[in-house]
């Protein structure tokens, strides 16, 4: 029973973004404190109540993640508390972690299947509705439900049930459950969602390394490629647009050593937000010491006021290079565990997909303080790498 109540939370964990918008939608409140903390500190709560605590084994990627703690702790003694809603988040990213290190490995995963496939289904409906409405919009990106970024968030699950599809034997025609999700690959490509593909795209490369499903794999990637091509051509202007603003934005590089202090109102091309974000955040490296400048010191410090988007670079500047390094050599040891056990067991192959793709994510999209499905699936490759040991 515990097992199933696990298994039933996890689609939940997985896309508790989805699910906040879509709650945020169904009550009419563009922010509810008590749903959002009741789903995110609830459902990690739960799966380590249901958790396999019988099973448990001490690995060395555990005293990584309490070394990372203690890092981040330290930091903020330094530092001084970070601003309550930023500390707060941080605190429930990492409780995802033993969230997943007490999965119950083995048990099926259709649960996760359809519900998942729900909260996509319902997600491509909203997008594509507003995406008709505002079609020809000069913003490009459809505001879905009062925010610009919801569809990006949608096909962030649909990359989950992807992965599912190549790797589970829960999924007996792979070739009909990937057609069927080329509508929502279209609409979000339509959208003008783009990094996102790529590491979708990142990720099933590494389903087809380690998994022995290897044609299942390439036709899903053809799909998504083909979806993609579709979704960018129906929209051609708009396309157009976002295309130039990366090859002005690559241009730009090439031209200016020193770039301009009118850098930070650039607010259309978000190549060139990106790329400005992360130049500032790294020369806020050198100056960060052991243990930091602080949580969301580098969203405090920007001129745009928002973190860098790159999770490893932004825990470098905020908890340090002692945090910094033990955050990438605790996911590192989780996939580097995980690597040979895939090749063999279908629930490690759909893990470390997840957990690619999650990594992928955060070099773009990455923010410290809202890293759930970092943590949780780092957490789930050191369960299956523990048990594999055992």
């Given at each position: 029973m515990s097992s199933m109540v696990w298994r039933v939370a996890f689609p939940v964990q997985v896309s508790a973004g989805a699910l906040m918008i879509l709650l945020a939608w169904a009550t009419g409140l563009p922010s509810n404190p008590v749903l959002t903390a009741a789903l995110l500190a609830g459902t990690p709560i739960i799966m380590i109540a249901s958790g396999r605590f019988a099973d448990f084994r001490f690995a060395p990627a555990d005293a990584l993640f309490g070394l990372f703690l203690c890092a981040a702790m330290i930091s903020i003694a330094i530092n001084g508390m970070p601003p309550s809603r930023d500390g707060a988040l941080f605190a429930l990213s990492l409780l995802t972690y033993p969230a997943g290190r007490l999965a119950p490995v083995g048990t099926p995963l259709r649960a996760f299947l359809i519900a998942t496939a729900a909260i996509v289904g319902i997600g491509t409906a909203v997008v594509g509705w507003t995406l008709v409405e505002q079609w020809n919009d000069p913003h490009g990106r459809p505001v879905v439900l009062g925010l610009v970024h919801t569809q990006t968030v949608f096909l962030t699950s649909l990359g989950f049930l992807l992965f599912a599809i190549i790797c589970l034997d829960d999924i007996r025609r792979p070739f009909t459950a990937a057609v069927a999700t080329a509508p929502a690959l279209i609409i979000f490509a339509a959208s003008?969602?783009?990094?996102?593909?790529?590491?979708?795209?990142?990720?099933?490369?590494?389903?087809?390394?380690?998994?022995?499903?290897?044609?299942?794999?390439?036709?899903?990637?053809?799909?998504?490629?083909?979806?993609?091509?579709?979704?960018?051509?129906?929209?051609?202007?708009?396309?157009?647009?976002?295309?130039?603003?990366?090859?002005?934005?690559?241009?730009?590089?090439?031209?200016?050593?020193?770039?301009?202090?009118?850098?930070?109102?650039?607010y259309d091309n978000s190549v060139a937000i990106r790329k400005t974000l992360l130049r500032h955040a790294a020369q806020m490296v050198p100056s960060a010491g052991l243990f930091g400048h602080g949580i969301s010191s580098s969203e405090q410090a920007s001129c745009f006021k928002t973190y860098p988007h790159n999770t490893p670079l932004q825990a470098l500047v905020e908890l340090g290079w002692v945090g910094g390094v033990l955050l990438v050599l605790l996911v590192g040891a989780a996939l580097h565990r995980l690597w040979p056990i895939a090749r063999k067991m279908p629930e490690a192959a759909f893990v470390l997909c997840c957990l690619s793709y999650a990594v992928m994510l955060d070099m773009a999209h990455g923010q410290l303080s809202n890293e759930g499905l970092l943590f949780f699936f780092t957490g789930y490759a050191v369960r299956l790498g523990e048990r594999h040991a055992h």
């Amino acid at each position: 029973m515990s097992s199933m109540v696990w298994r039933v939370a996890f689609p939940v964990q997985v896309s508790a973004g989805a699910l906040m918008i879509l709650l945020a939608w169904a009550t009419g409140l563009p922010s509810n404190p008590v749903l959002t903390a009741a789903l995110l500190a609830g459902t990690p709560i739960i799966m380590i109540a249901s958790g396999r605590f019988a099973d448990f084994r001490f690995a060395p990627a555990d005293a990584l993640f309490g070394l990372f703690l203690c890092a981040a702790m330290i930091s903020i003694a330094i530092n001084g508390m970070p601003p309550s809603r930023d500390g707060a988040l941080f605190a429930l990213s990492l409780l995802t972690y033993p969230a997943g290190r007490l999965a119950p490995v083995g048990t099926p995963l259709r649960a996760f299947l359809i519900a998942t496939a729900a909260i996509v289904g319902i997600g491509t409906a909203v997008v594509g509705w507003t995406l008709v409405e505002q079609w020809n919009d000069p913003h490009g990106r459809p505001v879905v439900l009062g925010l610009v970024h919801t569809q990006t968030v949608f096909l962030t699950s649909l990359g989950f049930l992807l992965f599912a599809i190549i790797c589970l034997d829960d999924i007996r025609r792979p070739f009909t459950a990937a057609v069927a999700t080329a509508p929502a690959l279209i609409i979000f490509a339509a959208s003008q969602v783009r990094f996102t593909f790529l590491a979708i795209a990142g990720a099933l490369s590494v389903g087809w390394l380690v998994t022995r499903r290897r044609q299942p794999v390439l036709t899903v990637l053809g799909i998504v490629i083909g979806c993609l091509v579709v979704g960018l051509a129906v929209r051609p202007h708009t396309s157009g647009v976002f295309l130039h603003y990366i090859i002005s934005s690559a241009d730009a590089a090439e031209r200016l050593r020193d770039p301009p202090a009118g850098e930070c109102g650039e607010y259309d091309n978000s190549v060139a937000i990106r790329k400005t974000l992360l130049r500032h955040a790294a020369q806020m490296v050198p100056s960060a010491g052991l243990f930091g400048h602080g949580i969301s010191s580098s969203e405090q410090a920007s001129c745009f006021k928002t973190y860098p988007h790159n999770t490893p670079l932004q825990a470098l500047v905020e908890l340090g290079w002692v945090g910094g390094v033990l955050l990438v050599l605790l996911v590192g040891a989780a996939l580097h565990r995980l690597w040979p056990i895939a090749r063999k067991m279908p629930e490690a192959a759909f893990v470390l997909c997840c957990l690619s793709y999650a990594v992928m994510l955060d070099m773009a999209h990455g923010q410290l303080s809202n890293e759930g499905l970092l943590f949780f699936f780092t957490g789930y490759a050191v369960r299956l790498g523990e048990r594999h040991a055992h």
